[in-house]
């Protein structure tokens, strides 16, 4: 692996630097944690596909750029840590897309491609269900064929900003034959979550956020074409793209902001009359913090050069997720900790550091090593495919 960026990666990191800087300056957005997955803005989203930035790494016959997944490694990091709004298009654009890319049909890609670069649509996953969170394999959200169309009926959950995305990429049950492997019964679907029989719930999160949703859908009619790659294949399609999900560099920079604030508080505060910096314990917290950083940026850039050799990194996305959001758990934690009540303090307290960034990280964290794959099915995927472990 090299572990230099070309002068053309250089520039191009700049050049995004500078377009964030104009945009904060400007006032088109308001820095926020977790702003990759909260930050709903089609009009911020409508700014970066006028410079070409969505679908990035997409083959240039479908309206992408064909550039490298370094490239884009290197947009989201920078998007991610100025805490910009990239919610409308982010899961279109690094999943939705190259999924239809490799699996739709003339017809989606010509109807859903093209408007996903300009931000026109944005999109939800609606994988997890109450009883199948990290086991896709056992949905019960049920689409029964009904010759013209697929007749839904089920329920999803933990579908991230389902209350407004234009569509849902849906994983359902299509084939009831009980002598058939479960993770051979499922097919993917693009759901207009403005259909009729959806009904969408809001779940708020501890730390007062509405990202989350239910979604539930009672004899909802899915057109035909609507089924994205081949019947009852969903499962091993779905494997393929949730590489992409895992190893994104957005799971370890959306907590960047909090351990750059936690820096510059233990140089300005004092505590017994000493600067916290001074106290070797504090030290050696951030000390380590920064070492974890660098190793998990190195782990996200190891999986972008994987994929650019043409490979697919399989148990590596399994590695690099597990760490980051670990990491970033222990970020939000380690500042809490130092920063003692002040660092308890919600947006809104005048007392708040930070305008309270710390407390809602915090509250926001245990939900970093659930979403998109659990600790424990992630390291049962590097037991199994990175070190050859063998189950009983």
Not at 3 to 16: G, L, M, N, S
Not at 80 to 108: C, T, Y
Not at 131 to 144: H, N, P, Q
Not at 309 to 315: A, E, F, L, T, W
Request: charge should be neutral.
């Amino acid at each position: 692996m090299n572990f230099e960026f070309t002068p053309e990666q250089i520039c191009f990191r700049q050049e995004i630097q500078n377009f964030l800087e104009v945009e904060l300056n400007q006032g088109s957005f308001e820095p926020k944690p977790n702003a990759w997955i909260d930050g709903f803005s089609q009009k911020f989203s409508k700014k970066i596909s006028e410079r070409g930035w969505i679908g990035l790494t997409w083959p240039k016959e479908f309206g992408g750029q064909g550039r490298s997944y370094m490239d884009r490694l290197i947009l989201v990091e920078e998007f991610v840590k100025a805490q910009a709004p990239i919610a409308f298009h982010f899961l279109a654009d690094r999943q939705v897309g190259p999924a239809l890319i490799r699996f739709g049909n003339e017809e989606l890609k010509k109807g859903f491609l093209a408007k996903i670069i300009n931000a026109e649509i944005s999109f939800c996953l609606c994988f997890s269900e109450p009883d199948a969170g990290s086991d896709l394999a056992s949905v019960r959200t049920t689409a029964v064929d009904q010759g013209e169309y697929f007749l839904v009926n089920g329920q999803k959950v933990w579908t991230s900003n389902g209350h407004l995305a234009h569509f849902g990429w849906l994983l359902a049950k299509t084939n009831f034959d009980k002598k058939i492997p479960k993770h051979k019964t499922l097919s993917e679907f693009i759901l207009d979550m403005r259909n009729p029989g959806m009904t969408v719930q809001p779940l708020m999160n501890m730390a007062g956020a509405h990202s989350f949703n239910e979604v539930f859908l009672d004899d909802v009619h899915i057109p035909k074409n609507y089924l994205v790659g081949n019947r009852d294949k969903g499962f091993d399609q779905i494997m393929e793209q949730m590489v992409y999900e895992r190893a994104g560099i957005e799971r370890l920079m959306q907590n960047y902001q909090v351990k750059e604030c936690l820096i510059e508080y233990v140089k300005t505060a004092k505590r017994n009359g000493r600067y916290l910096m001074e106290d070797p314990i504090v030290r050696n917290a951030i000390g380590t913090l920064e070492i974890e950083f660098h190793i998990g940026k190195l782990l996200c850039y190891n999986v972008a050069w994987t994929i650019d050799q043409g490979k697919i990194p399989n148990y590596e996305a399994s590695v690099c997720k597990v760490f980051c959001t670990q990491y970033e758990q222990r970020v939000n934690d380690v500042a809490t900790r130092i920063m003692g009540r002040y660092g308890q303090l919600m947006p809104g307290s005048k007392w708040a550091p930070y305008h309270g960034m710390v407390a809602e990280s915090y509250l926001s964290s245990p939900s970093y090593t659930l979403q998109g794959g659990t600790v424990e099915i992630l390291k049962n995927i590097i037991a199994l495919r990175g070190l050859k472990l063998q189950t009983r």
